[in-house]
């Protein structure tokens, strides 16, 4: 499935394959949208809650909101965590997170479209094997897809395609001195470089985030990060139009 | 399987039946041990985490510790909830739910048997339809008896059999002035009284939580519903059992 | 009074015998209502508030809404225990008693009746003995029905008679193999089994929550303890009606 | 008893004359030291709660502690307050008071005398007509040396006179022109000045604070609000005096 | 400058003299008045934001709001102190501080005149060297009164003249037995009394607030400190005005 | 000094040149290292805190550690914000800065060099105009050389150089379609897509953030970002060096 060279990554994978991607549609029987999204171990599960109306600062604007939460139940990694709720507050890779899921969904929204409505997707880990956050913005799009298509059925939208383009994420990082894609928690923790990369279905740019973790890195490694997420994010847009068409 | 008079209980149940159970062991790969319990479509993640050592307070003592947190996802009900974490503090139901479980769960185990050994109980509910309390008591000891066989395996009990007794929930309720067993929400909000009870496999008392939601109830009638949640606790017990030699 | 068998309870009281019961009532200047109750040495100060107006989720309902705070002195036990308000946050034992009480006081008004005024009970304990949540509730009744015959006096009730009954509750408990009622501090820390029952004046129950401390109890145990139960209820109920005649 | 003119103040009251002012030891079984003391309808208990040790950052250094904490119960005041502990935080003047407490009794002892040992003083407004800071301090001085004598009785004292001096504390205030003695709430919420003046058994001042409500004040106001201030409190000397003496 | 005799202060300073003292208006660019305040080498910004409107609890009354807030960069001390943002709650002293600045500038306001109009006063001590508080409000002043002109030029005042006097405040000290006006920090770590008075520009008095840090004080000593703290205010009066004209 | 084409940029710059950037070192007198770093009207307080020592998860190491916390003055922006320490919570994007921050330092940094010490940069926004992180990061590093210098002028370094690199970061924006570089506030709230960049002396990178406020960006935008971004360090990084010489 790929020419890259094969080296010793866990799986046997080749350095820019993706591991096994599964999305699950419909695992609740409540939310109006909902995805069990796999990346290898790591399981999401996302819930699109639809409420009509929108916050009061955007009351009367025409237009609709999109909002994130994301969370990782205590025993998602392989040491327990505290819960965020009884240490009374949440962490500061928690906000982040959430902040970037929330951003990279309104990013492929048309929320005049939308109209008035509130959609709420919520992201919780049920295991954690590195790339939560991508696998959560990879499911959240297809479950804000079944979102839309509830208040389409309703006639509950502004105008007809409220999603003029789906998006995906992926972790890419160098090990090693090699690019690879989509990290689990092994690779990820002695990466030198970490990038978590939001793509359209077109190929264009959402968010990059890229991060030295042990020496800074050069213009041409950027590069070289940027290829392989590309191709991944192509390959995730494949899967989850498999998994909306395939109802 | 019973002869209790079929009345239209959703699903057709007859009034001392169970809703379909289910125990997934082994649902997480790192915790030492797991459940995913099914009532219905009441859904709860239960992982069993065991740390070496307690806490302070009982350093010292030879005696383990066993304690839970139960907590719901946003959107396991029918419309989203906020989140406790972004709330900042815990709820009372769930400080309520928590308490009762810790308890629960302490009273089927030999303490000094487990040595200076913790284990914490989540109890995650992914999604809910009643029921939610009973399900994890009942999905937290299958749990609790992985972690202590993983325990065992390592040699790290004080002595051979840390758990004596088995123990299993179940909620009952009067409507339309019938008892009936294992309710689910839409029965739970009709109730006119509403009881947990958490049973020993040999059928004695862990704890009783009877409430009259409407009129207050008389002695015969407590005595009716003890009766349908022993008959029910008995069905768990013999399926908690199965889900164990499952192995 | 009582042909229980006289074991050494602390005071020397039978199995079935209430602690030396006072309700002082209108200890408090501002209050709608107010009562200072002593069970022994346990001291709950209930205050009861009435307002005008109920909250937000139930406007326009014509009903009215009863809600019940319970809270401890630092000081009220041997030890000093840290104030809530300095943690930052209420502590489950606290969250679960304000619930039980709101539930009870709840289930002997008529809140129809009552019209849309809210009334809150207040319970704090300036000294705690053991029995302090069954104190409160048995106090709070008593705080309630001034309360309401003072929105009685002002006409502002929705109709005449919103306590059609009264409610009173105490603590059993199975110690060295026999039940014995209301216990104290002492007792309450070496029981084996610990139930707090809240009884109606007609002897219908309203709330039933027993705990295996050690190990778990029988049905007959169970029987045994109700029956001591209602009994001290009812004793309560007497005290409580003189307290209220004795204007 | 005093030949100041009387205006009309509730209860006929002269100028420089206190409510009546009652202290009563031990009016709780567990605490070292407790007392509850009233300033007319003005009503604290005040608990002294010993300890052993003192906290970190003073271990070693041969010197005591005591520290002090003021609270409200909900309805002390005319209408109910929500409680600092369900709002989750302490607000400006329950922190600004209980700072005022503690240093006021730190300014009496003599930490060296006292030895290692922590005195906590906990004091709780039952009933708030006024003056509850200042009945709060009076009182608080002799649960303390009801605590401070607890400990002698013990051997547990460095030395033997830690109590070098008494204090006590009271309100004054500028109404109608005139000052007047011992506020209570009716005669606060009207004051242009308002000064709470914290004075030893000797007559000098341990905490002046005198806020303008209204229009600024002169010195000569000033003065003749300390002039009144010191008469009073040496009228509390000599009622802490009595009360002391009259175990 | 001054004939009182000179002691061995840091920086040769008479008893009676302020440390260099700068006001420095319009530090910021966005504020509607902002100071930037220098008593020595203490070093705080004041903030003053104008909005429309006043808080609920008094809309309709035709009065205005001023309000302020007292907050300490992390180093502004000579050791760092933690954020009370990432503590998640404000401490004691900040609470207290923040009223008194509250207090002061209200009463030097005429808060009909200030018309339904809410000035909010943000203090912020970028560096600490004593005497925060005093400064913070004499600064205070002045952004103060920039604002009211700002509203002024909008034509956004109920009447003419809403600051009908100005305020400055400072503290003064025993040390080595006698009064000194304005400590920096070493003294004040060294002061046995320790006074802040916040005084009118005619010389009348808002606050006293006096606290014995080592010995209780007498009325000579307090009437000497109070002499002290009113010359120094009479300083600052003229600095103040100084600074306003400067424009 | 640039030859890009000079669009009607506020103040007229061209599209890849900066505002007007002043280091002031020195600004504190208690702390370590402390700068005021201005990028326009943005103007950032930036103190370094030195103590001895690490957390306790890295003691025994032999690695320093360093951190960083970036807050805003309430009046910094064009309106008044409320306090994140009134609110008693920290906001998800001062969350996000503050470890942005913290990364980017400790990516030029040699912890081992370092030694067990640890290093606080308390990054405060005295007035906010676009690109308030960026100028964080570009004073902290001057701010952190002279902690360094502090430490080594102690001999408390484990080796003699751990600065082996300098570190700036600048934001850049898509606006009507140019890149421009060093976004104002007016420019960055009209931008279509808005990166921060944080380069090394050497302009390699540490971290890149780009995000699509309006339409996702292609591979050809984003690389025209990143030239105009190492051009603006590169100039940040003369700038950097002339006032650390500048001593």
């Known amino acids: 499935m ?71 139940l205590p025993r998602a ?8 709720s009884v240490k009374g507050k949440i962490g500061g890779r928690t906000h982040e997170i959430s902040r970037l899921i929330g951003r990279s969904l309104r990013a492929c929204i048309d929320l005049k479209a939308l109209g008035e409505n509130t959609i709420a997707l919520d992201c919780d880990v049920l295991q954690a094997d590195g790339g939560t956050r991508t696998a959560a913005i990879t499911g959240a799009y297809v479950a804000l897809a079944d979102a839309v298509a509830w208040l389409k059925d309703r006639n509950a939208l502004a105008s007809d395609n409220p999603l003029p383009r789906s998006v995906a994420a992926i972790s890419v990082g160098i090990i090693d001195g090699e690019p690879r894609l989509d990290l689990c928690y092994e690779e990820d923790s002695r990466a030198e470089t970490d990038m978590n990369v939001v ?49």
């Open 2 to 72: 790929s020419d890259a060279p094969t080296t010793g990554r866990p799986g046997g994978r080749s350095n820019d394959e993706l591991r096994k991607v599964t999305i699950t549609r419909g695992w609740l029987d409540h939310a109006e949208g909902s995805v069990l999204v796999e990346f290898g171990k790591t399981r999401v599960l996302v819930a699109a809650s639809v409420t009509e109306g929108v916050p009061g600062w955007r009351r009367g604007s025409g237009l609709g909101w999109v909002t994130a939460e994301y969370a990782m």
């Open 77 to 84: 990694t392989h040491t327990r965590s505290a819960r965020e």
């Open 199 to 247: 793509v359209t279905g077109e190929g264009d740019f959402i968010e990059v985030q890229g991060t030295a973790e042990g020496a800074p890195y050069s213009r041409s490694e950027l590069d070289a990060l940027l290829d392989v997420a590309v191709k991944g994010c192509a390959d995730l847009t494949v899967i989850q139009r498999a998994a909306l068409e395939g109802n």
